[in-house]
Structures are given as structure tokens and as C-alpha cells.
Nanobody, 123 residues
């Protein structure tokens, strides 16, 4: 199983970036796909998560109203549209996926993780 993120890079405060994560070698489209982030010296925190079967979507309070998660289940790809970026959004963003997990968002227990893509927002 591989998760390959792309789309990170430098951004300006108030601007937008779009992250993509392609999952390969899953027999079925993963039950859970999501984005988590970790800033230097900080713990990993949630960004946004999506459960395919229920359609439930979750966002961290810090990104609600600014970030949108979407999925292309046929392509096993998840996206994170990030609008109105803030310097505090600067972090390494990790894609996570799991074929059968009910606690992947709350517990951050997804079995598969990407290598991360760096997002740096300047003011």
C-alpha cells in the first residue's frame, strides 16, 4: 500500500493550495481517508477526514470554513482544498488511509500514512 501526497509548497496568507493524495494497492476504496498535519515541535493534529460508507466528514476547528476535503473513490484519491491560508497552517501535511477503521479520525489510528508534503504559509 502506498500513499503519495502532492501539492504542497509555499503559500501566501489569504491564498489557496490544493493537496492531493493517491492511494495504491487497496483492494477496495479505503473506508477512511484524511489529512493530518504536524508543525515543528508540535504534536500531529487532525486536519480533515472522510468516511466513504457513511459519507461523514470531519474538520479540525482550526480549519473549519477554510479547508474542504473531497474524494474520488474510483481513483482512490483524496484532496484537501485549503483556502484563506494562515501562517499557522504551516506544517507537514500527511495523508492517511485505512480499509476498515471506525476510529481513524478521532484516534488517528489509520494503518497507512504517506510521507508528507510540506506547506509553508508566509504573511
Amino acid at each position: 500500500v502506498q500513499l503519495v501526497e502532492s501539492g504542497g509548497g509555499p503559500g501566501q496568507a489569504g491564498g489557496s493550495l490544493r493537496l492531493s493524495c493517491a492511494a495504491s494497492e487497496f483492494t477496495y476504496s479505503p473506508k477512511f481517508m484524511g489529512w493530518f498535519r504536524q508543525a515543528p515541535g508540535e504534536e500531529r493534529e487532525g486536519g480533515a477526514g472522510h468516511y466513504r460508507v457513511s459519507g461523514a466528514t470531519y474538520y479540525a476547528d482550526s480549519v473549519k470554513g477554510r479547508f474542504t476535503i473531497s474524494r474520488d473513490s474510483a481513483q482512490n484519491t483524496v484532496y484537501l482544498q485549503m483556502n484563506n491560508l494562515k501562517p499557522e497552517d504551516t506544517a507537514m501535511y500527511y495523508c492517511a488511509a485505512d480499509p476498515d477503521c471506525n476510529t481513524c479520525w478521532a484516534g488517528r489510528t489509520a494503518r497507512y500514512w504517506g510521507q508528507g508534503t510540506q506547506v509553508t504559509v508566509s504573511s
